[in-house]
């Protein structure tokens, strides 16, 4: 009789081949696919993480520029982290969401003091769609409106009002989806929907969509919700003013505009928020990712006013893990470590020195069309071709595996054209170096092969 211990698994060596075989043949049988970036049964299977590495079974290493799903941001398995964890295993993991604990108070108020004033008031909950959904019910409320808009690249989550204002793609096929959301013409320069340039341009794509606004809307709209940079949509950065004029078009029409910084936001565009360089104020914000610096919360922060309204009207928002402890004490640390770790520098420093490699890769290489993004969050756009833009699917496809299998994880987006890096902040300057070596190996092989 083989002795198990009580993990389940067998005692002594095992074979790591085997066992992820096994598990393979498990999860075949047992988990659920539909993932984003694939759905194929097969490995890697990642055991263990620390800083800005991953490693599978077979202890292969990975260097991990897409901060997990976004949320290692501070790095896997920070120390501060761990120990909020802990402290709260050691008192509260849970509580009575109709009750305050000490953990969300102290959470809300560290938000409450972060964010520009009159956002304050905040609530918590466990995903960034969740987030996103009672971002856009609040805003309906307050406004009495119905209709919501977002730009065409946007990605606000997978739920099924989240799901409905997410244009950068996961729709098709997925309707009917909640009703009255639309989309506005995206601020994609690169590739301006408009054939304008900017800055002559003066935010041409705003009028035309304020146009349909006005053309679509039944009576009031309530708002529209937008990234400060487009992420999953292909790191597109909006030209500077945008969001400013933005607000202004819905303040006009009484709409409310609601900031998804759920990926951008907490130091990883070098500023603290993706809307801090703009000197606006949103009426809502919702943040996520490495808001639990790995753990699964989610905020919604808006003013007093607004909070005053929606909660005269008797809404409940709370579910059975809003607010927990568990949750508010990682997120109580995330903010402490992006405050006194300076983490907008150290997203400032590795995005600039990203930056200097992919500039040189970019000088090399015609099908790198464009580089962008801001801090930590930077793109490339591979084209066939410099004038004609046509998106180099293929290519993206190939790079983004290879790069994989020789230990580089990054995201591919807009079907294989955008290439995204996300480094965690604990990554140092010689992991950056080593990454973009990766890179540029991967594109050497790839366009000498073409
Ligand atoms: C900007 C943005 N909003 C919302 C979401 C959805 O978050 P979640 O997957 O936690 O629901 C994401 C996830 O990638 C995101 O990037």
């Known amino acids: 009789m083989t002795t198990v211990e009580h993990s389940g698994r067998p005692a002594g060596p095992v074979d790591p081949g085997r066992r992820e075989r096994e598990l393979l043949d498990t999860a075949q049988r047992y988990s659920f696919r539909g993932r984003i970036d694939t759905s194929a049964f097969s490995g890697p299977v990642f055991a263990s993480a620390r800083g800005s590495v991953v490693t599978d079974l077979h202890g292969n290493d990975y260097l991990d520029f897409n901060s997990g799903q976004m949320c290692a941001a501070l790095g896997h398995n920070h120390p501060r982290i761990l120990a909020a964890i802990q402290e709260a295993c050691d008192t509260m993991l849970h509580a009575h969401s109709s009750h305050f604990n000490v953990k969300e108070i102290e959470l809300a108020e560290k938000l409450g003091r972060l964010l520009p004033d009159p956002l304050t008031r905040s609530l918590f909950g466990e995903s960034g769609a969740d987030a996103n959904e009672l971002a856009l019910l609040l805003a309906r409320?307050?406004?009495?409106?119905?209709?919501?808009?977002?730009?065409?690249?946007?990605?606000?989550?997978?739920?099924?009002?989240?799901?409905?204002v997410t244009f950068a793609g996961w729709r098709r096929g997925h309707g009917p989806l909640s009703g009255d959301s639309y989309a506005l013409l995206a601020p994609y320069c690169y590739r301006c929907p408009l054939a304008k340039s900017f800055p002559s341009c003066g935010f041409a794509c705003l009028d035309a969509s304020f146009e349909l606004v006005d053309a679509q809307a039944t009576d009031q709209p309530a708002a529209v919700i937008t990234e400060p940079l487009f992420s999953a949509g292909g790191v597109i950065d909006p030209p500077k003013g945008w969001l400013a004029r933005l607000r202004e078009l819905c303040h006009e029409r009484g709409m409310l505009l609601v900031v998804d910084d759920e990926q951008t936001g907490l130091g990883k565009l070098?500023?603290?928020?993706?809307?801090?360089?703009?000197?606006?104020?949103?009426?809502?914000?919702?943040?996520?990712?490495?808001?639990g610096g790995g753990v699964g919360i989610s905020s919604v922060t808006t003013t007093d006013a607004i909070e005053d309204k929606v909660v005269e009207t008797g809404l409940t928002v709370t579910r059975s893990h809003s607010n927990d402890p568990l949750l508010c004490a990682a997120g109580s640390a995330s903010i402490d470590i992006v405050v006194e770790e300076d983490v907008p520098a150290k997203a400032r420093a590795l995005g600039d020195r990203l930056r200097e490699h992919l500039t040189a890769l970019m000088e090399r290489y015609d099908l790198i069309g464009d580089l962008r993004g801001r801090g930590m969050l930077v793109g490339i756009e591979l084209v066939e071709d410099r004038d004609t833009k046509e998106p180099a699917f293929e290519a993206g496809n190939e790079i983004g595996r290879r790069c994989f299998e020789a230990g580089l994880i990054f995201s591919v987006r807009r079907g294989g054209s955008v290439l995204r890096f996300v480094p965690p902040a604990s990554t140092t300057l010689d992991q950056i170096d080593q990454g973009m070596e990766t890179l540029a190996k991967v594109l050497e092989e790839v366009s000498t092969a073409s």
């Not at 119905?146 to 730009?151: A, H, I, K, T």
Request: cysteine-free.
């Open 270 to 291: 070098g500023t603290m928020f993706g809307f801090t360089d703009e000197g606006i104020v949103p009426d809502i914000v919702t943040l996520a990712k490495h808001l």
């Open 141 to 164: 409320i307050y406004t009495g409106g119905r209709e919501v808009f977002s730009p065409h690249v946007s990605y606000h989550g997978l739920s099924a009002s989240a799901r409905s």
